[in-house]
């Protein structure tokens, strides 16, 4: 298995995990309407979108996946981005094991997120 099918593989686990909320063709659409963005390294593949809310505007960060190192690998590339977008902050929604590679890059915890099915 190459490095493509690889990430792709994660993605689809990263869909299933954040809930099936969308397909993978969701994503290719998004990304090839601009709608969401896409960066990556060897490792890691991270989906965003922007959002202008009525009061603000932020980076969502939508989507991770690959190894723990390689997706904060992409912190200063997502940071940057939103800055030169004119975004306030960023946002992500994101599995517990996320929480202390986000907060030792400067990542804050706002809110839990509870569910019903």
Not at 19 to 46: P, R, Y
Not at 67 to 76: F, I, K
Not at 101 to 108: N, R, V
Request: one cysteine or more.
């Amino acid at each position: 298995m190459d490095n493509q099918e690889r990430l792709l593989t994660k993605l689809r686990r990263a869909l299933r995990v954040g809930g099936n909320t969308h397909e993978l063709e969701d994503i290719l659409f998004g990304l090839e309407t601009g709608k969401m963005q896409a960066f990556w390294n060897d490792g890691a593949l991270v989906v965003t979108e922007i959002v202008q809310a009525p009061a603000k505007r932020y980076l969502s960060v939508f989507l991770a996946a690959g190894d723990m190192d390689s997706v904060m690998a992409l912190d200063e590339k997502l940071k940057a981005f939103a800055s030169e977008k004119g975004c306030e902050f960023g946002r992500a929604l994101v599995r517990p094991g996320f929480e202390k590679a986000l907060k030792a890059k400067g990542w804050k915890r706002k809110m839990i997120v509870m569910e019903y099915e």
